[in-house]
């Protein structure tokens, strides 16, 4: 998790503020929720920001068997509260548990804005030991333009960028740094943390 620029000081997911208090609420008020989106979203992070003791939590949705949707069904009726992550909430999309879609309510995860993504680099790189460096908001700009629209890639880039930082004080090119991330197999993670140095 990145620190929102809310001044709030607490830990929260880059302008994921909304979506969290959103998915909050209907929790709050007993709903079920289908939290869905494309890969590398955050679906899992905004899971793990809105978990507590009560919680049944089905990740990933679509793979549930005809039997474990029977089961969920039982859950859902024993006044359970569930909170299922998927790709989508089309029932075409969703085997067997489309039986029990109607129970639940449908959140979809919006991509970042540029501002996000670039507060989200700018964290990112911060945490793997880029600071301070004139070229960085040019850097950033260009960045934005190269994972814009590309859920997942931001932190990925990030992650790539930092680590050459590390080792020779460089910052590579974004759409280098993505191509770094790709042949890494980080392009598509929604859930990549840098490490310090």
Do not use: C, Y
């Not at 209907?26 to 989106?37: E, K, Q, S």
């Not at 969703?94 to 309510?105: D, F, K, S, T, Y």
């Not at 301070?132 to 629209?149: I, M």
């Amino acid at each position: 998790m990145s620190r929102d620029d809310d001044g709030r000081g607490t830990d929260r997911l880059i302008g994921r503020a909304a979506i969290i208090a959103r998915v909050s609420d209907l929790l709050d008020a007993r709903r079920n929720v289908l939290l869905f989106g494309p890969p590398g979203i955050g679906k899992s992070a905004i899971v793990k920001s809105v978990a507590r003791p009560d919680l049944v939590v089905v990740d990933p949705f679509e793979r549930v068997s005809r039997q474990l949707a029977a089961r969920l069904r039982r859950v859902m009726e024993a006044d359970r509260i569930v909170l299922a992550v998927g790709r989508s909430a089309q029932a075409s999309d969703l085997g067997a548990v489309r039986r029990v879609l109607w129970r639940m309510e449908a959140v979809r995860i919006e991509p970042l804005n540029a501002r996000d993504i670039r507060t989200l680099l700018r964290v990112e790189l911060t945490r793997g030991g880029v600071a301070g460096t004139a070229v960085l908001n040019s850097w950033l700009s260009a960045a934005v333009k190269v994972v814009d629209g590309v859920p997942g890639r931001a932190v990925a880039v990030a992650h790539a960028a930092a680590m050459r930082w590390r080792v020779d004080r460089a910052l590579l090119p974004p759409r280098l740094a993505l191509v770094v991330a790709w042949q890494d197999g980080l392009s598509d993670a929604d859930h990549v943390r840098l490490q310090g140095p």
